[in-house]
């Protein structure tokens, strides 16, 4: 499917062999019941339950987090060991994702993914577990490994069940609570674990305390499994009473990441503001301490700010985004708030008590922008059977950049202080800024703009 064969499905114009056409005919000739396949009740079934299962990913990726302290003390490691817990889901991501991807849009489908993908995650939370109930912390790394081999396949597997359902006509209201539920998991994963630890003290031993709530998380998880295979089989029910063609799987060739034109490779780029984001909100609470004079839990409170309104926000401003379109022109803005952070901070005078406040405001508006308006452009660039290579490609890049930007920001930290810093983070976002506006530019002057197109509500007056 090319860029032209996408238009009907962004524009407005007719096009019998879309998707979506092809179910509201298969509607029309019969009753349309709160059952039905294409109704809203079973649509919105379906979203909530794999956002659950993402929810879920998410906190066992994330779910060290809340047990800081008590890994810490009961396993008798230090802190860089502790980091260790969250390197290896990291760093293997940026093969895995890509590998990944490919083998679910050319070999496995959605369905079977989802289900092996949730099974690796099973296996990664008992491994981690019975490392935690042994005390040794070589097999919870491996726990943690695997772990991170599955909830870092998940979010691609999510955007091809939604352009399956949904096409590309909604897929940004998808994504966008499908976002909400990504941020809801580390949420829950930074309050849950340390309050069922505490909630076993019946157990004497603390490492079966340890062991137990690592236990509790593989129980969620099989409860996830179980939400998967509903998902799989209401999935396959929707394909049977809408007639529609099941996907087409081809053999993986070296040549598959050649078909991703220059459009798609410098979208992805702009996966980097993930990255100055979360690398920033890793060392923003000193930062706001040393420099703003500010407590620790006034730094800890101004530098949660930056995810505070995007539960809650982000799916509200994705309908207003699937609403209007031009998702590039909205990305533009919420990168400019995000540029307009860094430049105050960087300019701004120390011991301005008041700055941290109001930049972490505006670095929430800006997150939430561009995770309504970005999270879906490469969806709209690539073909319906990329989708899951596309986001493969998107999650290597953000586990990449942000590896190299955490290495880099200790370093300029350490050796030239926070004004440095601040300068590199000004510019990269600068120069993100300027591949969004090339994009912008590209897209203008194509046939057919994709990712700058108008949204539902235009086409439903036309």
């Given at each position: ?410 370093f300029i930290i350490d050796n030239n202080g926070y004004f440095m810093l601040e300068i590199m983070n000004t510019s990269l976002l600068f120069l993100i800024l300027m591949i969004s506006v090339l994009v912008l530019m590209i897209d203008l002057v194509s046939v057919r703009p994709v990712v700058n197109a108008p949204g539902t509500w235009k086409r439903e007056v036309q």
């Amino acid at each position: 499917m090319t860029l032209e064969s996408e238009q009907p499905l962004l524009s407005g114009h007719t096009d019998s062999s879309s998707a979506e056409e092809e179910a509201d005919a298969i509607d029309k000739s019969r009753p349309v019941t709160c059952c039905h396949p294409n109704h809203w009740p079973y649509l919105t079934t379906l979203l909530l339950l794999i956002c659950y299962v993402q929810a879920l990913c998410n906190y066992c990726n994330d779910s060290p987090g809340g047990l800081e302290d008590t890994i810490i003390k009961v396993m008798g490691i230090d802190t860089t060991q502790y980091n260790l817990l969250f390197l290896v889901t990291t760093w293997p991501s940026i093969f895995v994702s890509v590998i990944g991807g490919v083998i679910a849009d050319r070999i496995l489908g959605p369905r079977s993914s989802s289900i092996i993908i949730l099974f690796i995650v099973l296996v990664g939370q008992l491994v981690w577990s019975a490392g935690s109930f042994l005390n040794y912390f070589w097999v919870v790394l491996i726990g943690r490994f695997i772990i991170g081999m599955g909830a870092t396949l998940f979010p691609s597997i999510c955007i091809m069940y939604f352009v399956s359902w949904m096409g590309k006509k909604y897929l940004t209201l998808a994504v966008a609570i499908c976002g909400t539920a990504a941020r809801l998991g580390p949420a829950v994963a930074l309050a849950l674990p340390q309050f069922i630890y505490q909630q076993l003290y019946y157990f004497t031993d603390p490492l079966y305390r340890l062991g137990a709530t690592v236990l509790v998380g593989a129980g969620l998880v099989l409860i996830g499994l179980m939400a998967t295979i509903i998902v799989v089989f209401m999935d396959k029910y929707r394909e049977k009473v809408l007639q529609k063609k099941k996907m087409e799987m081809s053999k993986i060739e070296c040549s598959d990441l050649k078909q991703f034109d220059g459009l798609f490779w410098l979208a992805s780029s702009i996966t980097l503001y993930y990255s100055i984001v979360f690398s920033f909100t890793g060392i923003g609470q000193v930062f706001y301490v040393q420099k703003y004079g500010l407590s620790l839990e006034e730094g800890s409170i101004t530098n949660s700010f930056v995810f505070g309104a995007t539960i809650l926000a982000t799916p509200v401003l994705g309908y207003i985004v699937n609403g209007i379109g031009y998702h590039m022109l909205w990305t533009m803005v919420g990168l400019t708030a995000g540029l307009l952070v860094h430049v105050v901070l960087l300019v701004s005078i120390p011991g301005l008590h008041y700055m941290p406040y109001v930049t972490g405001m505006l670095y929430s508006v800006s997150y939430t922008i561009v995770a309504a308006a970005y999270g879906v452009v490469p969806g709209l660039i690539v073909e319906e059977n990329q989708i899951a290579t596309a986001y493969g490609i998107i999650n290597s890049f953000l586990s990449l950049f942000w590896g190299l930007l955490s290495i880099v920001s200790g370093f300029i930290i350490d050796n030239n202080g926070y004004f440095m810093l601040e300068i590199m983070n000004t510019s990269l976002l600068f120069l993100i800024l300027m591949i969004s506006v090339l994009v912008l530019m590209i897209d203008l002057v194509s046939v057919r703009p994709v990712v700058n197109a108008p949204g539902t509500w235009k086409r439903e007056v036309q």
